[in-house]
């Protein structure tokens, strides 16, 4: 008989593990679809599942891309970590792990992996090697010594969405967004063309990219502190914008997708449509935008053209494609108007191109020349850079350093005065993919500074090259490496509050406030943080969750305690975990098991109503089979050794 049941016993958990392995195949293989169709968003939430059922090398790798692609810095770091840790990964997997670290602010770990990468692949070059070490020791550099600007996210321009891509037009600042507010509702900047599933034209409702709507170019009145869409037919139901006015408001260029009627393409592969550049101008009687015309140089087949600058004058255009010739990604160049109106021949702005991506050309009123570019030593991703125009000669360009630049891509920089202004930046703790942000610079007469060391919470040792983060309300985020003593400091506004956070990879962040209100003289404030270690699959005790007997329901004062967790997973978004309910021995054992798992999937339920994602987070009732202490069946305890059994515990299984 025994040998029957154990039998039965082995082919029921075959059965389970096979059907397991199906299921897994099935998600994979619908997850490896949407990828193929750069539905990222959906192929990110698939391969989350394949993982979680099995934690193989293919879900990982494509967890790093996918989230790369929509520029989700964090678990980008956090999958490539991964990835590059297991057998058989991509070398290539190494440099991906490097530029999350370097767009995540984690200079000294960076560089780290880029060596690492160069001594795996022998095609780097020790110029290309130097060009990352010295983009990391200029990044530390200009975090310790920031400039004198104030950078604001313009919370009125900016929605949950992408907003980027300003220029001011009588009195109203214009700028593109994917906002939800039409039927035909990511941009341009490191994905130079509209993707689309090759088997039809795209969704005219939603970009599969993102998952958000096709951008739209947006008028936001002051006055009425609202955006409301730019009065222009354009002629296509993807994406349009950003743009550029003639000083006289007469004219104006910008950037535009459209699926050409001639397209080819072969069924259930993907296809890439190129960007164009189209112009329009106000008609004098009606005051409307004329129908608009295409660049000369448009060639939706080959190249995209995007990102125009017209000059005030009118006479001048310059632009950023990947036109053949170039020596990048995308380069800049530049068209001049010949007597009878028409456009020049394109020149090649060789004296600024790089071989990476040149992008958002812009001159201010100095006639200074603007770009963004990931081809010079920079923080990481587009940074802005300036170069002087010295008669009609740009000059070697300088990175404007930080808080102007930030780790993640920021562009499309435009000045209001010569003081203030706009850019766009994708840099974190915005409000949407791409945030419009405000700059101008700072006069203060009272100096005040903030200092702190970072510990290891347990050991009390100071902690090298952790990130220090500080940040206000309606404020820029300033970021720093703490130094070979664990110490960090900061340059503070008076009359303001600040949240101040640490982390480190393979810590548990920590945070703490800071305010200069009422200080009425120059002064350094101290304030230290503590950075627990993460281990992996180890319990921690969740206190004072209790439920009412024989009901899983979450009560009052559970919800409380349940909610510190809900922090520490909002604060480390890249950790999984598993909670778990355990009973005392009491009662029968089946009843118990059954029991700890309602529990546990009560107190899950509710975390994922607080936002967290589902896949981040699993349910686990152990009943009575981990007991603390000798309180077994027929073992008699009193009330206290049964209550302390009797427990809600969570463990990371994934940093």
Request: a neutral charge; glycine letters at 6%; aromatic letters at 12%.
């Amino acid at each position: 008989m025994k040998k029957n049941i154990l039998g039965l016993i082995l082919t029921l958990t075959l059965l389970v593990a096979m059907q397991r392995r199906v299921n897994a195949q099935y998600i994979l293989k619908e997850a490896d679809a949407q990828y193929e169709l750069f539905n990222y968003e959906k192929a990110i939430d698939l391969y989350e599942q394949a993982y979680k059922k099995k934690a193989t090398l293919h879900p990982a790798e494509r967890l790093a891309e996918c989230y790369s692609f929509i520029h989700n810095y964090k678990q980008t770091e956090s999958w490539y970590a991964i990835a590059s840790g297991m057998s058989g990964s991509n070398i290539e997997d190494h440099l991906g792990y490097a530029k999350a670290l370097q767009s995540n602010s984690k200079y000294s770990e960076a560089k780290i992996e880029y060596r690492k990468y160069a001594l795996l692949n022998k095609a780097v070059t020790p110029q290309q090697l130097s060009l990352w070490m010295m983009s990391c020791d200029s990044a530390m550099v200009w975090m310790k010594n920031p400039g004198s600007y104030i950078i604001k996210n313009e919370k009125t321009l900016n929605s949950s969405h992408s907003d980027w891509g300003t220029t001011v037009y009588q009195d109203k600042v214009v700028y593109s967004s994917d906002r939800d507010n039409r039927k035909t509702d990511i941009k341009w900047k490191s994905r130079p063309f509209l993707k689309f599933d090759g088997a039809k034209v795209p969704d005219k409702q939603i970009y599969g990219w993102t998952g958000n709507r096709y951008l739209r170019l947006y008028s936001f009145d002051s006055r009425t502190d609202s955006a409301t869409l730019f009065p222009l037919n354009a002629g296509t139901e993807y994406h349009v914008g950003p743009a550029s006015f003639t000083a006289n408001g007469q004219e104006m260029y910008f950037t535009l997708t459209r699926v050409p009627h001639d397209l080819q393409y072969t069924k259930d592969k993907p296809g890439t449509i190129n960007l164009e550049i189209y112009s329009s101008k106000k008609e004098a009687m009606s005051g409307k935008w004329s129908a608009p015309v295409p660049f000369k140089y448009n060639n939706v087949n080959e190249w995209s053209v995007g990102d125009p600058f017209i000059t005030g004058d009118g006479k001048s255009l310059y632009f950023a494609s990947t036109m053949p010739g170039g020596k990048g990604g995308t380069d800049l160049y530049v068209c001049f108007r010949d007597g009878a109106g028409q456009w020049d021949k394109p020149i090649n702005l060789s004296v600024i191109n790089t071989s990476g991506d040149e992008r958002s050309p812009y001159f201010d009123a100095n006639n200074d020349f603007y770009f963004s570019s990931d081809g010079y030593a920079g923080m990481g991703g587009l940074d802005i850079f300036k170069s002087a125009n010295k008669s009609g000669t740009l000059g070697k360009p300088r990175n404007m350093g930080y808080p102007v630049n930030s780790p993640q891509d920021d562009f499309a920089y435009i000045a209001t005065s010569d003081t203030s202004g706009y850019l766009s930046s994708d840099r974190m703790d915005g409000m949407g993919n791409d945030d419009i942000y405000s700059f101008h610079k700072k006069i203060s007469v009272l100096i005040f500074q903030l200092a702190g060391i970072v510990y290891d919470k347990e050991t009390h040792a100071p902690l090298i090259n952790a990130l220090v983060s500080l940040s206000k309300k309606n404020g820029n985020r300033l970021k720093v490496e703490t130094d070979e003593n664990g110490a960090f400091k900061f340059n503070l506004a008076a009359a303001s509050d600040y949240d101040l956070t640490a982390e480190k990879t393979a810590f548990r962040s920590d945070e703490a406030k800071v305010s200069t209100l009422n200080l009425q003289e120059s002064t350094t404030l101290h304030q230290d943080l503590y950075l627990a270690t993460i281990e992996i699959d180890k319990a921690i005790l969740l206190e004072n969750i209790y439920y009412d007997f024989d009901k899983w329901n979450i009560r009052a004062d559970a919800a409380i305690e349940l909610d510190k967790l809900v922090k520490i997973m909002q604060d480390n978004p890249t950790i999984w975990i598993e909670l778990g309910s355990h009973t005392d021995s009491r009662g029968n054992d089946a009843y118990n098991m059954t029991l700890s798992q309602k529990r546990a999937e009560s107190a899950v339920q509710y975390i994922i109503s607080r936002g967290i994602s589902k896949n981040r987070i699993e349910a686990k009732g152990y009943g009575e089979t981990k007991l603390l202490n000798r309180c077994a069946n027929g073992v008699a305890c009193t009330i206290a050794e049964h209550q302390l059994n009797r427990r809600t515990e969570f463990k990371i299984l994934k940093q």
